[in-house]
């Protein structure tokens, strides 16, 4: 009888850090593995933000804070939220976390019961479900597909609320599929959630800055709605700083202080240096940001005539994120060297262990028809990648 809990035995392990550690070990026996698993910048953290922590050390900025942050970071926030998205919270509506992944475990530990819906259009970042399973709720999948570029309509959200639901989760530039919601799109889904006040919204929005099409669109811009969606946001993708571990909420109040009670019994306030580099992100403008921005487009648009190229390959042209969701069902079944594919899974690790290239196979995003590939890496790195996905792939019959 094993000695740990239902809970952490029910837990999947997360397929992008499992794929990455996998493309690892490869490389540690002398393989030249190319990496597109994990969805992390390849960009250092710009100078100005790592000399405000060298400067943060130095002024002892090295004590316990705040549970929820610092009150200037959080006002730095809020000026955020009012300048870029024209939105109006005030800094105690602000919960800073260890990462957004944190702020996300936060929301949904602090709204959903056992047994309450969480509806999750698919495919989803790998851990929305499985944090879902943790507040022992139930997750509602509406499925969609890459004909429809992997956004949900009005009418599906209508046909997926019931009674039980409590809340909807998404994200906009989106993981993994690189969608974005226009303005018109967002304000279709508010029209649906106006008339089902039971149910909350979070929005996941940490991909904003990677936005290739217009503005940022946020859905708490619909007033009649607001009060009901928790934002999601912080610095990893737009400012390179995933090892820092920052994130954020913004909410209404009641919700930021469940969210400040619940951190405050888990990790307490983030890292005092960290918060203190987050602040000069904010105040320091966003060239550094659209610089990565402009790198970004332009791998998008190598990877995708490169995949375009690759026969049996069903691919559309992301708006946002740095990711690629092609469907790959038409090498289902096929064989080599007396291996056959069965599903994206196993096609992802087909690709790693016979094209050395690290991707994640759909099934934890909710898409097992579909792979998942990171053009995070140096543009020859991506050239060379899809030259041995394409080989691998041609070795298939």
């Not at 998404?170 to 279709?188: A, I, M, R």
Request: charged fraction near 25%; charge should be negative.
């Amino acid at each position: 009888m094993s000695a740990l809990s239902t809970r952490i035995n029910n837990l999947s392990e997360s397929a992008t850090i499992k794929m990455a550690k996998l493309g690892r070990e490869l490389a540690a026996k002398g393989v030249d593995v190319i990496s597109l698993s994990f969805g992390e910048p390849d960009f250092h953290t710009p100078e100005h933000i790592k000399e405000a922590a060298k400067q943060a050390m130095d002024k002892n900025f090295t004590y316990y804070t705040p549970v929820s942050g610092y009150p200037d970071l959080r006002k730095a926030v809020v000026a955020k939220l009012k300048n870029e998205n024209n939105l109006d919270y005030d800094f105690s509506q602000i919960v800073v976390s260890t990462g957004a992944k944190q702020a996300i475990a936060n929301a949904v530990l602090c709204l959903v019961n056992p047994g309450e819906e969480v509806i999750i259009p698919t495919p989803y970042w790998v851990s929305y479900s499985e944090v879902v399973k943790l507040a022992e709720g139930k997750s509602v999948f509406i499925n969609t597909t890459v004909e429809q570029n992997f956004k949900i309509s009005p009418e599906q959200l209508e046909a997926a609320i019931t009674p039980n639901t409590k809340l909807f989760m998404f994200s906009s530039p989106c993981n993994p599929t690189g969608s974005v919601y226009s303005k018109d799109e967002l304000e279709g889904l508010a029209k649906v959630f106006e008339k089902h006040p039971h149910v909350y919204i979070l929005s996941d929005e940490i991909y904003e800055h990677i936005n290739f099409i217009d503005k940022h669109e946020s859905i708490a811009q619909f007033d009649y709605i607001k009060d009901r969606v928790v934002i999601i946001n912080g610095w990893s993708k737009a400012f390179a700083m995933t090892g820092w571990r920052i994130g954020y909420t913004a909410s209404n109040s009641e919700i930021a202080a469940a969210c400040d009670k619940m951190q405050g019994q888990i990790t307490s306030g983030t890292c005092s240096i960290t918060q203190r580099a987050g602040v000069a992100a904010y105040e320091g403008g966003l060239e550094s940001v659209l610089e990565m921005r402009a790198a970004f487009k332009k791998r998008r648009d190598i990877v995708y005539k490169l995949l375009s190229d690759v026969e049996g390959v069903k691919v559309n042209l992301p708006d946002g994120a740095f990711y690629f969701f092609p469907n790959v069902t038409s090498f289902f079944g096929k064989s080599y060297n007396g291996r056959t594919i069965k599903d994206a899974d196993e096609l992802s690790i087909y690709l790693l262990e016979e094209g050395h290239v690290a991707t994640v196979g759909g099934d934890s995003f909710g898409d097992p028809s579909s792979i998942r590939i990171s053009y995070a890496a140096a543009e020859d790195k991506l050239i060379e990648a899809v030259r041995r996905i394409k080989e691998a792939l041609g070795k298939l019959k």
